[in-house]
């Protein structure tokens, strides 16, 4: 059998017909179609962060440190994609955006169900983000699924685990304590070591993410409420200060 059948042509395989049919601006305005560009490409990199991400914790999960290393350098790389389009958001002038700002209605990137599973599955999972999508609603069942499921940080803990390190309750001090002992002595822990490291270059990542958001959110629409009711840059800046790994920074005081 063959992996692709005869007659297949670089559109089909894409499926660009669907692709290129599913940006519909609502307002005529010649701005709106990057607006609709910049999320729905973000949409599709995050798709594709899940993507790694399960690999990777599954990898983990296996006791595969070398090749989910691999998963988490192209999540990196990803992130990296993600943070550099928020360049081109900019070009979008305060002029600009307001023209058809009204046409969003109560839309809002806050509502990214698959950001919020990017997060559960990294380490951050706030269950409170669950009840902002309607009992029954796919969203809400791949986020019940999130929680449920080992996340990125839970699989890094059993990899220490596994190494003979007492996690105890797993509670902060304990996992600070036993990254510091795998860096303090990483010629022995090299694995550990590099996958700790692995895990700095997300969490580093996803914190330019964000700081790029809040500087982007701020150029175009100053402190102004976001559309959908969100706070808009007064609720972004406050997250600047969240980590996933906050263990891996904590120790690095302790060296």
């Keep these: ?24 601006p609502l307002s005529g305005l010649h701005d ?8 729905q490409t973000k949409e599709l990199w995050m798709k594709q962060m899940l993507h790694e991400l399960r690999l990777a914790i599954s990898l983990l999960e296996a006791g595969r440190l070398g090749e989910a290393s691999k998963a988490m350098a192209r999540i990196k790389r990803i992130q990296a994609v993600m943070t550099l389009s928020w360049d081109v958001l900019s070009t979008l002038t305060p002029v600009d955006y307001l023209k058809f700002r009204d046409v969003l209605g109560t839309s809002s990137g806050f509502q990214s169900a698959q950001f919020r599973e990017i997060e559960f599955r990294l380490g951050l999972k706030e269950p409170n983000f669950v009840n902002h999508y309607p009992e029954g609603s796919d969203e809400r069942a791949r986020l019940e699924r999130a929680l449920a499921e080992p996340s990125l940080r839970e699989a890094a803990m059993g990899a220490l685990e596994r190494a003979g390190f007492d996690l105890q309750d797993r509670a ?27 895990l700095v270059d997300i969490d580093d990542a996803l914190a330019a993410w964000r700081h790029k958001h809040v500087l982007t959110v701020e150029r175009i629409i100053g402190n102004k409420p976001g559309t959908g009711g969100s706070a808009g840059a007064p609720y972004l800046r406050a997250t600047l200060e969240k980590r996933v790994f906050p263990e891996l920074w904590a120790l690095r005081t302790e060296l």
């Design 32 to 39: 709106e179609m990057l607006f609709i560009v910049i999320h």
């Design 172 to 198: 902060l001090p304990a996992l600070t304590a036993a990254w510091l002992e795998v860096y303090r002595d990483a010629d022995r822990w090299f694995d550990l070591y590099e996958l700790a490291e692995k």
């Design 1 to 24: 059998m063959t992996a692709t059948p005869a007659g297949m042509t670089y559109a089909d395989y894409l499926q660009l017909d669907t692709l290129l049919s599913a940006q519909q």
